[in-house]
T-cell receptor
Framework: DARVTQTPRDKVTEMGQEVTMRCQPI?????VFWYRQTMMQGLELLAY????????DSGMPKDRFSAEMPDATLATLKIQPSEPRDSAVYFC???????????FGPGTRLLVL | QQQVKQSPQSLIVQKGGISIINCAYE??????FPWYQQFPGKGPALLIA?????SEKKEGRFTISFNKSAKQFSLHIMDSQPGDSATYFC?????????FGKGTRLHILP
């Protein structure tokens, strides 16, 4: 049963700390997306990659957020330094092509105190 | 212009009734309109999708109606069941990106 996995599932941290979220896309998927979900803004696209190359990160606050794909089986999203307004659920999704169905992971629930 | 507007924010329907969620868009470059279903603690999952050259698509109890001239589309859930209680997102694709509506929290009364 192929699925997107994300770690950690929950993270509580203090303002100013670094947060790293990890995603393992479905094997063979070459497109990876990072989304943030909040009650106020809904689902927002932060960044996405194809074949490990970043294509668009315009939805991401550049000064504190960074996204990478060290290899085809791992995508990371880092926040440094974290702020209370970063509290949200962060989803990773993967797809087998640029216009194919996106499959979402279970999310990382982040709380910054 | 990149927005997808979704209504209502929340909806309560009796078991066996019809649930209807509406969405509207402005950008005529959108080429694909999926609906996602999300249960608490889970990620969104694709439920059903339609392309703009089709006016209706039905899969089981779920139907998308699409009005290209009005730039509107809707999800109908027939014979709604308590297990359908979830948050539903309409969406539209622009090149590689999926633009999501703000979501509708649906509750089906048993």
């Amino acid at each position: 049963d192929a699925r997107v996995t994300q770690t950690p599932r929950d993270k509580v941290t203090e303002m100013g700390q670094e947060v790293t979220m990890r995603c393992q896309p479905i094997l063979g998927h070459n497109t990876v997306f990072w989304y943030r979900q909040t009650m106020m803004q809904g689902l927002e696209l932060l960044a996405y990659f194809r074949n490990r190359a970043p294509l668009d990160d315009s939805g991401m606050p550049k000064d504190r957020f960074s996204a990478e794909m060290p290899d085809a089986t791992l995508a990371t999203l880092k926040i440094q330094p974290s702020e209370p307004r970063d509290s949200a659920v962060y989803f990773c999704a993967s797809g087998s092509g640029p216009q194919e169905t996106q499959y979402f992971g279970p999310g990382t629930r982040l709380l910054v105190l | 212009q990149q927005q997808v507007k979704q209504s209502p924010q929340s909806l309560i329907v009796q078991k066996g009734g019809i649930s209807i969620i509406n969405c509207a868009y402005e950008n005529t470059a959108f080429d694909y309109f999926p609906w996602y279903q999300q249960f608490p603690g889970k990620g969104p999952a694709l439920l059903i999708a339609i392309r703009p050259d089709v006016s209706e698509k039905k899969e089981g109890r779920f139907t998308i109606s699409f009005n290209k001239s009005a730039k509107q589309f809707s999800l109908h859930i027939m014979d709604s069941q308590p297990g359908d209680s979830a948050t539903y997102f309409c969406a539209a694709r622009y090149y590689d990106k999926i633009i999501f509506g703000k979501g509708t929290r649906l509750h089906i009364l048993p």
